[in-house]
Structure formats: C-alpha cells, structure tokens
C-alpha cells in the first residue's frame, strides 16, 4: 500500500506531494474532515513516504526497511498517539516531550500522528502547543480530527490545515461489495446512507441499517403507543444503541427520505416509509418536518455537550408525537404531559 493506492482524497494526496516535492514539509499539519474519509491512512502513508529510503515519483517504495517497518508499526520514529480513555492526557504529552530530546533514531524525520486531536485536554494542549512553538528538528506533527473547531485556536493556528473531502458514494460501494462481499442492493443503502464515511458505511453492512430499519419502524408508531409504552421504547433504545449520536444522524436521514417523498414524485427512499407511516406524512405539513429536524440537531449538539441521554431521546419521542398528529391533538406533547402521572 502506497499514498497513491489509497481510494480517493486526491486534493489532499496532491497537496501533500507537492509539500515534499519542493521540501516544504510543515513542522504541523491538521488532518481534518468526517471521520472514515481515509486521515489516518494517508498520515500513516504519508510518514512512510518522509521516511522512504527510496522514494519513487511521488510515491514511496513501500519495499525499503523504513516502509516495511512503518507498516508493521515498528518504525522508531513513526509515533502514533492516541487517546486513552476520553482523552489525550499530559502525562502522554510528557512522554512524547522525552522522546523530542533526541534527533530522530534511524529515520529522516520523526513523524508524530496524533488521532483524535480534539479529544486532547486541557493541560495537554498547553504542553503540545508549547512543543510546536518550538518545534525540534526534523519533526512532523500529524493532527487528525473531525472536530477541528474543538482544538485550541492558539494550537490550530501553529498547523498547515489540510481537509478532506467525504468518500464518493461509488468508492463505499465499490468497497463494500467487492470487499466486504455485501449483496448490491444492501450496499447501495449501506453507501447512500454513509455520507461518504467508510467507517459509517461498514458499520452499516454489519448490522446497523437493520437496527436502524427498527429504530425508524418503532418511531413511527409512538403516536399510537401510551405515554408508559413510550417510556419502555426509550429505555429498549438506550440500552440497545450502540451510538446514539449515529442513530440521530439515521433520524435526520429518516427525516430527509420523508420530505423527499412529500416534495419530489419519484423519490427513492432509502428507508422502507409503509403506507400507514404516507398516510401520517400526507397529514403533517412539511415544515412541522424541518422542525423536527431541527430538534434531531440540537439534541445532536446537546449530546455533544454530555446532556442527559435519556432526556435527549424521550424529548425527541415525544416531539415525534406533534409531528405527526399536530400539536393540541389528544396524542400531542401538550396533552402527553397533561396525562403525565404527576
Ligand atoms: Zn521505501
């Protein structure tokens, strides 16, 4: 495997040959874009190529000692550092710091990929940001994140941004049949539903678009389930999702698939919307829709900021009531919460 051998991401390969060609090699770089877009894989070829003892035009060899090694992970100077538990901890920072005294051990450069750069804390921004004010010789930071705007703005400013566009949907089903051995019409899905994240796309053929296929069928009832019984879902949700935040991003594609089939004849939805759930959707005005969907977002955003998760899916649930019997009728939040035991 090679830069040049990874799917996709060609802006990116192309800016980052034409750093090395003219030996402009930035002390830090931040990889930044969806997660499964292919970061991680062109830091890693990226280190082997500033590393190749016999680099080839514009790619490296991948059969030197310094490619073998780095594909094994046992390259020296190729330091790969990743959170441990939620966070990149300054006691890692320090470590690395320890590692800086020294010029690189048998490599050209030393190259530092840090994943999940967002999720470094406090203290160990601080003690990064003071490592790249000065940065040593020969060194190469790798920072990869999806959430650049969660970074330090003082650390972003010390980094050559780089962005990574998503996978096109003909990569992922490609990768998915061929690779993974998914049948087409799955892979389809699978690919439409990824937004062009390899990761989301595999997720999906291994069983999350059925769990999901559920979620949308049991959402779609709650109209129709006691106030009780809607408890009981939130509860069988939460104890069975595996990432919550991905079931709200399937909500807001439900909801798209949903709009689409209000406004566009011919639409070819991705989830399966039964006549019941058209007949619902033929009542609710399509804004009472984009309202939702605005709802799936905050409370994408809330779970971002550790709110309740409880709290987040019951609102929704119930919020899905309104939609699709409008607000003030006996099924509606309004009157759910009047018939709350209190
Ligand atoms: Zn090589």
Redesign the pocket.
């Known amino acids: 495997m090679s830069m040049n051998s990874l799917p996709g991401q060609h802006r990116a390969k192309r800016f980052l040959l034409q750093l090395y060609r003219r030996e402009l090699i930035p002390h830090a770089l931040l990889f930044s874009g969806l997660a499964g877009v292919g970061k991680k894989a062109l830091a890693h070829q990226f280190a ?2 500033l ?6 035009e514009n790619d ?9 090694k780095t594909d094994a992970n046992v390259h020296p100077d190729v330091i790969l550092i990743q959170r441990e538990g939620a966070f990149i901890k300054i006691s890692q920072i320090r470590e690395l710091r320890s590692h800086l005294k020294f010029a690189p051990f048998e490599g050209i450069r030393r190259v530092i990929i840090l994943e999940d750069a967002h999720r470094l804390n406090e203290e160990a921004s601080n003690a990064l940001l003071k490592i790249l004010e000065e940065p040593p010789r020969n060194h190469v930071f790798i920072l990869i994140t999806p959430n650049p705007q969660m970074l330090l703005p003082t650390l972003l400013s010390r980094c050559c941004h780089v962005r990574f566009q998503p996978l096109e949907s003909r990569l992922i089903l490609q990768e998915l049949v061929e690779g993974e051995g998914l049948e087409p019409s799955s892979a389809q899905k699978a690919a439409r539903l990824s937004l062009g994240s390899r990761d989301r796309a595999q997720g999906l053929s291994r069983g999350t678009l059925s769990r999901w296929q559920e979620l949308t069928a049991g959402l779609i009832k709650l109209p129709a389930l006691s106030v009780s019984e809607t408890f009981q879902f939130v509860s069988h949700w939460l104890k069975n999702t595996e990432d919550l935040e991905e079931d709200l991003q399937c909500i807001k594609f439900w909801m798209r698939d949903m709009v689409f089939s209000i406004l566009l004849a011919g639409h070819d939805p991705v989830f399966e919307l039964d006549a019941e759930t058209l007949r619902a959707l033929d009542q609710s005005p399509v804004e009472a829709l984009f309202e939702f969907y605005d709802d799936v977002e905050s409370a994408a955003h809330h779970l971002t900021l550790n709110a309740n998760k409880q709290l987040i899916v019951e609102g929704l649930c119930l919020s899905i009531r309104n939609i699709l019997y409008g607000k003030g009728h006996r099924n509606s939040i309004s009157q759910v919460r009047q018939d709350l035991p209190l």
Request: overall charge positive.
């Open positions: 082997k190529l590393n190749c003892r016999n680099p080839q490296c060899c991948d059969h030197c000692d310094a490619c073998r």
